[in-house]
Nanobody
Framework: QLQLVESGGGLVQPGGSLRLSCVVS????????VGWFRQAPGKEREGVSC????????DYTDSVKGRFTVSRDNDKNTVYLQMNSLKPEDTAVYYC?????????????????WGQGTQVTVSS
């Protein structure tokens, strides 16, 4: 029953913006930490950002601080990742994942539930 579905990826020029959405079902956002991860060809999966269920505190990996913002809309059961000032290095498949009652971490193995991913390509 617990599902996460990402959307909002696409092709964008360097310096542009995208907003990714992660629509969740089968659980309450307040009870789960939701993380955003990305994986580029030939590279390991990388934690990008996270929003904690209780209180909604957020965290970011250093490479995206100041450019990306994670937020949530509890009424819509949706977590967002606003990505600004995009760089070619941001090109990857982006995933959202959920961790029950957990704090925000950037270790993918700590997350039990995953979406299918959405492709983000930053290129001229």
């Amino acid at each position: 029953q617990l599902q996460l579905v990402e959307s909002g990826g696409g092709l964008v020029q360097p310096g542009g913006s995208l907003r990714l959405s992660c629509v969740v079902s089968g659980f309450t956002l307040e009870h789960y930490a939701v993380g955003w991860f990305r994986q580029a060809p030939g590279k390991e999966r990388e934690g990008v950002s996270c929003i904690m269920g209780a209180g909604g505190s957020t965290d970011y990996t250093d490479s995206v601080k100041g450019r990306f913002t994670v937020s949530r809309d509890n009424d819509k059961n949706t977590v967002y990742l606003q990505m600004n000032s995009l760089k070619p290095e941001d090109t990857a498949v982006y995933y959202c994942a959920a961790r029950h009652w957990g704090v925000c971490v950037f270790d993918s193995y700590e997350f039990d539930y995953w979406g299918q991913g959405t492709q983000v390509t930053v290129s001229s």
